[in-house]
């Protein structure tokens, strides 16, 4: 099936459709900072740098290549969100009617839209109905649904709203109870973790990518074992690990933090090993104030995560790219959905509309 992803920044919602064994053939987001890697991530899908208010559906199914049978994304959140403004004002609050828009004219098999529980709250809740009841008399669409990525197998506590459409006259609702099948228990930090400890340097590219390999390949846990580069020459390689330096009152504070935690006075959760990482956050750009979101500690080193930790947290694969720099790298995890909450909601698609790719098991992703 040919989909496509709107809003698509690093890929997290196209990582996973990939997962699940979906082809995504277009891309669209006017961000050229977050979406800098995502052609080095998804070299077949065509990336384009466009502001999708502006999209008609001629231009998606020219880009895609033909007609397109689904449409995922999720529309900047920044608008509704639990920690933002909430400010009805903010223009990218009409986002969120274009993605419906643009799955009323193009008329997609299916389509997926994720964004922040905020949406339900009652200052906001009336906009995601106006957007829902643009298309709902083409589509069935179930109760929007808050679903947490733990509970679909990810090392992070991440709640996020799904709203899942099907033709009406290609198949029948994908409801909760159909995503809910996908669900497994979580992995602790320690499983997502644990072999990347005494990772060694190799080198840093002409890209400024820093790449690391893991040294000790015996087992690892099953939920880290399908992330790491299992083929070719780059078996156990991966980018993004280097280490923020903290001034020594910094490593201090962060030295008296137990797992589990608080520090005081940038208010960093120091994680434990045995728990789960809690939601990551993106901070925001130049354009907005460019506010660093808190970052957590490492379980044992009196430091923050490196890039690729908070990569393996959210279910990213090692082959997955970032930025070179860890504030941007930053900002794209904490954009991103989590592929593996992606994947179960491919998966449940796909299981629904007795679809090939619906075979597929959890934790599937292997080496590209």
């Keep these: 099936m040919r989909l496509v992803d709107l809003f698509c920044g690093t890929g997290g919602f196209s990582r996973g459709a990939h997962m699940a064994g979906f082809r995504v053939a277009a891309a669209f987001d006017i961000d050229d900072i977050l979406t800098s890697s995502y052609m080095a991530n998804f070299p077949e899908t065509k990336l ?102 733990s509970h679909f197998g990810a090392a992070t506590k991440r709640n996020r709203l799904f709203v899942v459409g099907v033709h009406r006259d290609r198949g029948d609702a994908v409801t909760s109870k159909d995503i809910a099948a996908w669900k497994r228990p ?35 846990h099953e939920y880290a074992r399908p992330l790491r580069i299992r083929e070719g020459d780059f078996v156990g390689r991966f980018t993004g690990h280097r280490s923020t330096l903290h001034t020594h009152k910094v490593v201090e504070r962060f030295a008296a933090v137990p797992q589990g935690g608080l520090e005081k006075v940038g208010r960093h959760p120091r994680l434990s090993w045995d728990g789960l990482c809690p939601t990551l956050r993106a901070g925001t750009g130049a354009d907005r104030g460019s506010y660093q979101s808190v970052r957590p500690i490492h379980p044992e080193e009196h430091r923050v995560i490196t890039i690729r930790e908070g990569a393996r947290l959210q279910g990213f694969p090692d082959y997955h790219k970032f930025h070179p720099t860890v504030w941007h790298s930053f900002r794209m995890i904490g954009n991103s959905v989590s592929p593996i909450m992606a994947q179960a909601v491919f998966q449940a698609v796909a299981a629904k509309l007795s679809i090939g790719s619906s075979r597929i098991g959890a934790y599937s992703v292997a080496a590209e």
């Design 48 to 149: 384009v740098r466009y502001d999708v208010s502006k999209l008609s559906a001629e231009q998606v199914e020219f880009e895609a290549g033909g007609r397109v049978d689904g449409i995922f994304g999720g529309p900047p959140c920044q608008g509704f969100s639990d920690i933002g403004r909430r400010d009805i004002t903010d223009a990218r609050r009409k986002l969120l009617w274009h993605f419906f828009r643009l799955v009323r004219e193009v008329q997609p098999t299916f389509f997926v839209m994720e964004n922040v529980r905020g949406l339900l709250y009652p200052e906001n809740i009336g906009e995601l109905e106006a957007a829902i009841a643009h298309v709902s008399d083409i589509y069935e669409v179930p109760e929007p649904h808050i679903w947490d990525a």
């Design 186 to 220: 979580a992995a602790t930090v320690r499983q997502a973790l644990a072999d990347l400890a005494d990772a060694s340097f190799l080198e840093s590219d002409q890209d400024g990518f820093d790449w690391w390999k893991i040294e000790k390949l015996g087992r690892p």
